[in-house]
């Protein structure tokens, strides 16, 4: 299965701009699935997020994790809301961030319901929302993912990216090794801000089962989109592996 991680140079408080210049981005037909940041819809309507993510699926002919956008429609108050489209535009999964971090907790969002999942060419594909991947019960009633899709806006306190950066390329290798799957990060560029503070751009995929010592992790890369391909034979046999030597 080929993925692809999409890291916009810029964000915009206007979703229909976000999902414009991912738009101008992705070559049409160039892998199974994408991956859109977190709050790639930023503020828009339900109903225009959910339409975007649609179109952008039936365009490039990819299935769509459509990272995510604040959705007010709900009587609980503002909810970080993301959904999955298919290639033809079929509503595949939604999912809530249930950790909301930071200037969200400040500014009133909510929790909502863990991450969802669904299927695509035979294999088990779960989302987690920014900040909970750093939760592993996020995981615990998850049915053993080969993949888990991570939308993120890596907004960080230090002086640069690196310390952030390192942060998230060992929990999303700890998160692979843990639970024996391919933990795929898209994040915004490094010198994107959000309400003035910066982003780390924390996009890359890690690796469980990697042919070498260096491919647990790989990026952040320097292009707006980076191409990965799933192994999913090698993970099986990775799996059984450690079945067999008694990591359960």
Request: charged letters at 20%; aromatic letters at 8%; glycine letters at 12%.
């Given at each position: 299965m080929k993925i692809l991680l999409v890291q916009p140079p810029r964000y915009s408080p206007d979703g229909h701009a976000n999902f414009d210049a991912v738009e101008a981005l992705v070559t049409p037909g160039s892998a199974d699935l994408m991956i859109l940041p977190e709050l790639a819809g930023a503020s828009l309507p339900r109903a225009d997020y959910l339409t975007r993510v649609r179109e952008l699926a039936r365009g490039s002919g990819m299935a769509v994790v459509?990272?995510?956008?604040?959705?007010d429609s709900g009587p609980g108050g503002r909810v970080n809301r993301g959904a999955v489209?298919?290639?033809?535009?079929?509503?595949?999964?939604?999912?809530?961030?249930?950790?909301?971090?930071?200037?969200?907790?400040?500014?009133?969002?909510?929790?909502?319901?863990?991450g969802g999942g669904f299927e695509l060419h035979g294999r088990r594909l779960h989302v987690l929302l920014c900040a909970d991947l750093w939760y592993s019960a996020s995981l615990a009633g998850a049915d053993g993912p080969d993949a888990v899709?991570?939308?993120?806006?890596?907004?960080?306190?230090?002086?640069?990216?690196?310390?952030?950066?390192?942060?998230?390329?060992?929990?999303?290798?700890?998160?692979?090794?843990?639970?024996?799957?391919?933990?795929?990060?898209?994040?915004?560029?490094?010198?994107?801000?959000?309400?003035?503070?910066?982003?780390?751009?924390?996009?890359?995929?890690?690796?469980?089962c990697p042919h070498t010592h260096t491919g647990f992790f790989t990026g952040p890369p320097d292009a707006a989109v980076s191409l990965h391909e799933l192994d999913f034979g090698r993970l099986d046999a990775f799996r059984r592996d450690r079945s067999e030597r008694g990591f359960r």
């Amino acid at each position: 299965m080929k993925i692809l991680l999409v890291q916009p140079p810029r964000y915009s408080p206007d979703g229909h701009a976000n999902f414009d210049a991912v738009e101008a981005l992705v070559t049409p037909g160039s892998a199974d699935l994408m991956i859109l940041p977190e709050l790639a819809g930023a503020s828009l309507p339900r109903a225009d997020y959910l339409t975007r993510v649609r179109e952008l699926a039936r365009g490039s002919g990819m299935a769509v994790v459509g990272g995510s956008h604040y959705d007010d429609s709900g009587p609980g108050g503002r909810v970080n809301r993301g959904a999955v489209a298919g290639p033809d535009g079929t509503l595949l999964a939604e999912y809530d961030k249930a950790h909301p971090y930071g200037l969200e907790l400040r500014s009133g969002v909510v929790p909502g319901r863990p991450g969802g999942g669904f299927e695509l060419h035979g294999r088990r594909l779960h989302v987690l929302l920014c900040a909970d991947l750093w939760y592993s019960a996020s995981l615990a009633g998850a049915d053993g993912p080969d993949a888990v899709l991570v939308p993120a806006f890596s907004v960080t306190r230090w002086d640069g990216p690196a310390p952030a950066r390192q942060l998230w390329q060992h929990m999303s290798v700890a998160r692979a090794y843990e639970f024996m799957t391919y933990v795929a990060v898209s994040d915004w560029h490094h010198e994107t801000t959000y309400h003035g503070h910066p982003c780390a751009g924390v996009t890359g995929l890690a690796n469980p089962c990697p042919h070498t010592h260096t491919g647990f992790f790989t990026g952040p890369p320097d292009a707006a989109v980076s191409l990965h391909e799933l192994d999913f034979g090698r993970l099986d046999a990775f799996r059984r592996d450690r079945s067999e030597r008694g990591f359960r």
